[in-house]
């Protein structure tokens, strides 16, 4: 059995995009986007519509995933093309480049360590530190972990965590996050002007707050489930990271297609230049990744995820309150 870094040397291997792929699956996921956001403004009945709305809502989940990919550099990587699609994408969801790379790179190299900012996640207090805290931060920080915060993850998580907050934190560094909430506020008033309060709901509103709920649910259940477990600094390391305190989330196919295969969280968390579309290649290739924390998107796993608050370094597992 392999393990530690015998492990992550393993998954070098499939760190290799085949950049036809790439762009078949970029350029594919993005013209289907289009044709159901048009769909929402020229179909013929509002069931119709409706339909096309909210599927449009879990292709913007499918091409943040490969967006999240380019930006991990394992995909489509030095074109200038994709590079120039990625950005405009990027301010499309309220994720830039600049916030979004700082955060998440940060996040995959502390991930699951207990005494670390909680920059690029959601914040984990282990029970002790939550008993000590004021009344109004312990209200603070359960409201960032909130059900409902994380169902409103469209101004929560995207519209104040990635460009306000970014830009209050550090102006000169995020000019982007001004220029993704100038652009993304642009588009919407012109739908609405142009085309109606009835067509902005079904081309922006219900779109983005489905995308923004999926993507924030799926960012807290990959590191927030039964039996994830966190570490002091000085125990922590990567693989330990990615293969403790990383999920499996179990998918019907569509749902695997709809997320590009993020519930392998994991695998991209053992090695982020892996492509999407690998892997599952790697999952059967290695059978030490075969055995993995699962969690999924029934009702149960949902609550049970939900109910976990803070961690009881006594009994080494994430707690209720």
């Not at 923004?212 to 390391?237: C, I, K, R």
Request: proline share 3%.
């Amino acid at each position: 059995m392999l393990t530690g870094k015998q492990l992550i040397l393993a998954t070098r291997p499939f760190a290799k995009e085949d950049r036809r792929k790439s762009w078949f699956y970029t350029i594919t996921t993005l013209f289907l986007l289009n044709i159901f956001l048009l769909g929402t403004v020229f179909n013929f009945h509002w069931t119709l519509k409706l339909i096309c709305s909210i599927i449009s809502g879990f292709l913007i989940v499918r091409m943040f995933v490969i967006y999240h990919d380019h930006q991990h550099k394992a995909i489509l990587d030095k074109s200038p093309l994709a590079n120039v699609i990625f950005t405009i994408f990027g301010f499309y969801v309220l994720a830039p480049a600049s916030i979004w790379s700082r955060s998440h790179d940060y996040h995959h190299k502390n991930n699951s360590k207990l005494f670390s900012a909680s920059i690029g996640s959601y914040p984990i207090y282990t029970k002790q530190k939550f008993e000590k805290l004021t009344k109004s931060e312990q209200r603070h920080y359960l409201f960032i972990r909130h059900p409902l915060t994380i169902l409103f993850g469209y101004i929560f998580a995207f519209m104040y965590g990635m460009c306000v907050k970014s830009i209050i934190n550090r102006f000169s560094k995020h000019i982007d996050s001004i220029v993704a909430l100038v652009f993304h506020f642009t588009y919407q008033a012109l739908i609405f002007y142009f085309l109606g309060w009835q067509t902005w709901i079904l081309v922006c509103l219900i779109p983005h707050f489905i995308s923004g709920a999926m993507g924030a649910y799926l960012f807290y259940a990959q590191h927030n489930f039964p039996g994830s477990t966190f570490v002091g600094n000085e125990d922590w390391t990567y693989e330990g990271a990615a293969l403790d305190s990383s999920s499996y989330m179990k998918l019907s196919i569509p749902l695997q297609w709809a997320t590009a295969n993020i519930g392998l969280h994991h695998i991209h968390h053992l090695n982020a230049r892996i492509p999407f579309y690998r892997l599952h290649e790697v999952m059967a290739a290695l059978p030490e990744l075969q055995a993995a924390k699962t969690t999924s998107l029934k009702p149960k796993d949902i609550m049970a995820c939900f109910k976990l608050k803070v961690y009881d370094f006594e009994t080494q597992q994430l707690v209720g309150i």
